[in-house]
């Protein structure tokens, strides 16, 4: 009965505490605080810069020969001449491209640089909105991009950020350091007796 008498108040104990902190957490990240935080840390609040693609994708074993690579290669150059002629690239998309995204006329979207594999990124960073890329060789096979437009950086404004978003993880921060001290300040409060010797 002591145990479960112990227990209970321990419980109570540590569930007034979690509340209490949870309180203190969220009195601490005011407007100010956030405010403050963001204005210390304006690179963790930038868009990179981005780039939209269309891709046609003729695939290729990684192990196949150099054969057929080159083959693959000279007919990616075909499907080239026939965009760079004035063919609509998202129709020969869909007709020539084995990537899952072949049915919406090789529409990437709008993608981060930095997030292409760097061999793509390369051929990609040199093109002009409207240009065609030359063969792009990849893991998957060889590759045709066309850059369909660019977004250059950003800085959010700090009106622009989500708020109620980034409250929460300020709070759940706090949080974590407030309960960690107050954890510390038990252990160091604590007197051990030892009732029978060990």
Known sequence: REDLTFNAVVEREQKNAQERIKKEAEDLVTDKYMRDYYGKNLDKFKVPAQVHLRGIL???????????????????????????????????????????????????????????????????????????SGPVMSIYGVHLFKLEGKRPAKQLKYSELNLKKLKKEFVAKEYKKLWEDWLKSLRKGAKVEYLRKL
């Open 58 to 132: 003729l695939r290729v074993d990684p192990s196949a020969s150099q054969r057929v690579w080159n083959k693959t290669r000279k007919d990616i150059l075909e499907i080239a001449k026939e965009a760079k002629a004035g063919a609509d690239f998202a129709e020969l998309a869909k007709k020539h491209s084995q990537s899952q995204d072949a049915s919406k006329g090789g529409d990437m979207g709008w993608t981060h640089e930095g997030s292409l594999l760097p061999d793509i990124e390369g051929a990609v960073s040199r093109l002009k909105v409207g240009e065609i």
